[in-house]
């Protein structure tokens, strides 16, 4: 630990702190002026230790990588702590819904948050479509890398669902019609929609076990329209369900190209 | 040894262990049989709790009054909002169609001045027979079951559809002669 010598004030003063019990236990290493404080600051810091000690210079040029896969986490960040602070004011029934939303604008101090948390869904889904661009045209995605093109691929699909989910949540017309049209899809599914191919096949006898009240649209639903149940699901799919399976994918996304070398790096 | 050798029907314990070696064969097996067991359960019991028991929703079936009170040769609007079916009285009798576009899904209007439902998503176009002939929309509106009640009341069935794309147009429950 340097120390100043004990004739300026703000020396002493540090010499002090930096000897004191509650600041011993808080960093349990030196100042990171050696290359070993420095490995140990990262590496001792939970935050910290999610980035790697030392990284290559080709991981920040910007002509290299586009940085759009740390823009599309960071938006995730974003729409994440925009969206917990919209559930403070917003009530995922039908009564409710679409007041709830207007308030946000006009009651709640500032009113642009959920502008905030829109802007960042258009703006994350643009960044998720680059990068994935930007991963294909430097060829990220070949050998041995495949699998993690795979989960890429799964993400984007969760932060399109993102975006469906919560095209619905302010429960306007264009919200209840554009779930209405996209849901209707679920009908078509083979095997497990009621207007699908092979739906027939699943039956009892003369009891019909997928019909349109049993199928997968309307699982995904919780009724046989867009109603009050349909709300409410997609309210805890939105905020809990598709981010919970979208972040322990993002760990694997992150985990694979860190054991990789990291970010842009050769093959 | 020599017992051990021929005594293929014999249970010998290891020294110090109350379970046979026949026994203990079938301790894995079972016990991740039964873990197996019990986590596929689970998963069923997880995806049949997606699937609500009960609906609030309005009721399939309904009773939409008696043959009475509708005129002939009008396109009836009053169940649209609460129910989404149109019952159109003809000379010869009643039918009920769906108010739900064949193209996506969207609630038509029934433009009477134009003698036609138009629907204002896509801009599809149903004669009052429900026949489609202009827009996306890919066949006609969807009649539902139509029958007399024992109380002489029409009564409107939805949960049974009549396609006539399919030929169900000619089925006896599609068309309430009265």
Known sequence: MASKGSESFLGRTWDYITETQVWKSIFRHGMPTTNRNRALAVMSNVFLHLHPVKIRKSGIRLKFTWCMGGLTFFLFLVETFTGLLLMFYYRPTVAYAYMDIVDLAEQVPLGVMRELHRWGAHAMVISVWLHMFRVFMTGSYKPPREFNWNVGVILLVLTLLLSFTGYLLPWDQLAIWAITVGSNMARATPLLGHEGPGAQLLALGEVPLVHAGSDARFALLGGRFVGESALLRFYVLHCLGIPLVAATLMAVHF?????????SGPM | MAEEKGGAAQETNAPGSSLSRRAFFWALPLGWSAFAASMTAG??????????NVLFEPPQAFKVGFPGEYNVGEVDERWKDAFGVWIVREASGFYALLA???HLGCSPNWLAAENKFKCPCHGSGFYRSGVNFEGPAPRPLERVRVVLADDGQILVDKSKKFQQEKGEWGSPESYLSV
């Open chain 1, 255 to 263: 985990w694979r190209v860190r054991k990789d070398g990291g970010i």
């Open chain 2, 43 to 52: 998963l069923v019991a997880t995806g049949r709790f997606m699937f609500p």
């Open chain 2, 100 to 102: 739900t576009c064949t």
